[in-house]
């Protein structure tokens, strides 16, 4: 019903810059919350950063002023610009969103991309 894509992962050295892109597609009514979890080897998946429809943001305490997450309500996009990339950034980034999908009299559930790899080296 819903898809989310992701993108823009890949190896960087530490002090790099990367940008993920997250959009969703299918059958989309409306789109709540969205944002990037991340998940190293051995550890939980945890909060980067999120985004309300309104625009408000919230983000880890281990990346705020160094991550920047966006969004376009009407592409039903998310992006998360990385800069000053750390070895311990490196993990699985997965975009995530909370949506209403059509037909489904406004209930909402949340939906998880595929995740994209992002390596950094020191």
């Known amino acids: 019903q819903v898809q989310l894509m992701e993108s823009g992962g890949g190896l960087v050295q530490a002090g790099g810059s990367l940008r993920l892109s997250c959009a969703a597609s299918g059958s989309i009514f409306s789109i709540g919350a969205m944002g990037w979890y991340r998940q190293a080897p051995g550890t939980q998946r945890d909060m980067v950063a999120t985004t309300t429809s309104g625009g408000s943001t919230n983000y880890a305490d281990s990346v705020k002023g160094r991550f920047t997450i966006s969004r376009d309500n009407a592409k039903n996009t998310v992006l998360l610009q990385m800069n000053n990339l750390k070895p311990e950034d490196r993990a699985v980034y997965y975009c995530?969103?909370?949506?209403?999908?059509?037909?489904?009299?406004?209930?909402?559930?949340?939906?998880w991309g595929q995740g994209t790899q992002v390596a950094v080296s020191s």
């Open positions: 995530y969103a909370d949506v209403v999908t059509l037909g489904s009299g406004r209930t909402s559930r949340g939906y």
